[in-house]
């Protein structure tokens, strides 16, 4: 059996929130682990992450999970949001050091904040037994000092109560895998969950690359190569691609998947059905949600 879980971001206008929400309905009748919303570097998008997330959890079947972050707020104010989406249902959360504001030159923990991700899981653990999802790098995270170090605060993040850690997204597989084994070899007993980025635009998915540290190997490059003025043959590589990555993960054993939609179902859709996930029950694969959460 194949578990898969969606993540989106909060939406800036109307037309956008129209596109999100068709995608979160396309995708919901695949009967996701869970769907994570995300939150802005500075905790700009605080209050839209919180509404995207309330509308999923009362006029959806699905599992909400906000994204928080150890960025801009001391720690109570942090464990008060952490307590509200407990009162509110929310069960399950995303938690991450999160990233400085682009102006900023280097990240700076908050003086009454959480320092690292490990401090805030501790720190929601504290409040209440949230199923909690954090952060970890098959190519080592761009901030730090060894692919010892990164492993280590890994393991710190487990240790302090996480339930699973979801990559960064990758196109070398066999990196994922040597990490895996790492982890394996550390002691961390955590299900290591691969992120999977479905390419839309292959320059924008080069710029988050290189900002996250994620290699882009030669044979993709080569894939899109000419293509930027056709969007069609595109998604048919896009497609491929991931279909590929995804099949190839099996064959080694993941049975679970996190997608970083970017707000648009149809790659993931399609991904999915490959995998053999499919719609449970009598729901729509495309229609619009009526099953309100109890």
Avoid at 30 to 36: C, D, E, G, M, W
Avoid at 220 to 243: K, N, P, S, W, Y
């Amino acid at each position: 059996m194949i578990d898969v879980s969606f993540e989106f971001f909060p939406p800036n206008d109307a037309q956008m929130e129209a596109t999100l929400w068709g995608s979160v309905q396309r995708l919901a009748p695949l009967a996701p682990r869970f769907v994570s919303v995300t939150y802005g570097a500075d905790g700009s998008t605080r209050e839209r992450t919180h509404r995207l997330i309330t509308r999923i959890q009362r006029e959806t079947p699905l599992t909400a999970a906000p994204h928080l972050t150890c960025i801009g707020a001391p720690q109570e104010e942090i464990l008060e949001i952490a307590r509200q989406y407990w009162d509110e249902g929310i069960r399950h959360i995303v938690a991450l050091r999160g990233d400085p504001p682009r102006e900023a030159a280097c990240y700076v923990p908050h003086p009454q904040g959480f320092a690292y991700a490990a401090d805030l899981v501790a720190g929601l653990k504290s409040v209440a037994d949230f199923d909690i999802s954090v952060a970890a790098y098959p190519e080592v995270h761009p901030e730090a000092r060894s692919a010892e170090f990164d492993l280590a605060n890994l393991r710190r993040k487990i240790d302090a109560g996480a339930t699973r850690a979801i990559t960064q997204f990758f196109y070398d597989s066999d990196a994922f895998l040597r990490f895996r084994d790492a982890c394996a070899q550390a002691g961390i007993s955590a299900t290591i969950v691969p992120g999977i980025l479905p390419i839309t635009r292959f320059p924008q998915v080069c710029t988050f690359a290189a900002r996250c540290g994620a290699s882009i190997p030669a044979w993709l490059r080569e894939r899109f190569a000419g293509l930027d003025e056709d969007a069609e043959t595109r998604r048919l590589i896009a497609a491929a691609v991931a279909i590929e990555q995804v099949e190839n993960l099996v064959k080694h054993g993941v049975r679970e998947f996190h997608f970083y939609t970017l707000n648009r179902a149809e790659l993931s859709y399609a991904i999915c059905h490959a995998l053999g996930v499919r719609p449970h029950g009598d729901a729509p694969a495309g229609g619009a949600l009526s099953q309100a959460r109890a």
